[in-house]
């Protein structure tokens, strides 16, 4: 079984700055893939970043970055320069491998500060 | 570029109905979910779909049914409804390939009283 703990429920960050949304994962696989998605207040789910267990550089997509530390079993997200649109749920998920459950986590609500 | 496409949007049922939530996607994805998502709460997997005429349970089965007759439709029914399954319920797809995402719909809102 996969388990993913996002152990902070909110989190406020003045705009323009950088913010780590931490995740931890639990698995016996050796093979797989770590996904962040970004739900707004309006309700969608919109994903943001990928991560494979055996890739060897962090993921990057535009201001997401990902740090991850297999040995950890971590894979934090980083949000560089922070708007106000960033506001939303953040959820970090784990899927063994494709056509596989996708496992989340109970997420961090992210508040951006003016 | 309509994705994956869920009807209805809102629903409010008593105790002990039934219904059928809808679930279409136009991009020949194989694999198809259904998850709920309480309030404050992350998703969890009620049912999956790996192709037409394939189910499989997921975390949180009971109560719920689903089939898969075609590739685009994976429709999820809810026996006997109960408070408990007050949620909203997301539908998602995704290609082969482990590093595809999965495609979520916008989400049916179901009340149960």
């Known amino acids: 079984a996969q388990k993913i703990t996002q152990t902070q429920p909110g989190m406020f960050v003045q705009e323009k700055e950088a913010v780590t949304l931490d995740c931890t994962y639990d698995?016996?696989?050796?093979?797989?893939?770590l996904f962040w998605y970004k739900q707004p207040s309006s309700g969608e789910m919109i994903f943001l970043i990928y991560?494979?267990?055996?890739?060897?550089q962090n993921a990057t997509e535009g201001r997401y970055s990902l740090n991850f530390q297999k040995a950890r079993k971590s894979a934090n997200l980083v949000i560089s320069a922070s708007q106000l649109g960033d506001s939303a749920m953040y959820f970090c998920?784990?899927?063994?491998?494709?056509?596989?459950?996708?496992?989340f986590g109970g997420g961090t609500r992210l508040m951006v500060k003016p | 570029n309509a994705g994956v496409t869920q009807t209805p949007k809102f629903r409010i049922l008593k105790i002990g109905q039934s219904m059928t939530l809808q679930c279409a996607q136009d991009?020949?994805?194989?694999?198809m979910y259904w998850y709920r998502q309480d309030p404050g709460m992350g998703l969890k997997l009620i049912y999956y779909?790996?192709?037409?005429?394939?189910?499989d349970k997921g975390e949180v089965p009971n109560g719920y049914n689903v089939s898969r007759s075609t590739t685009e439709d994976f429709p999820l029914r809810l026996e006997l409804a109960a408070p408990s399954q007050t949620s909203v319920y997301f539908c998602a797809s995704s290609p082969t390939g482990d590093r595809s995402p999965l495609h979520f719909g916008n989400g049916t809102r179901l009340t149960v009283t």
């Open positions: 779909s790996v192709g037409a005429g394939i189910t």
């Open positions: 698995t016996s696989d050796p093979s797989y893939g």
């Open positions: 991560q494979g267990s055996y890739d060897q």
């Open positions: 991009m020949n994805h194989n694999y």
């Open positions: 998920a784990i899927r063994k491998n494709a056509g596989n459950m996708l496992t």
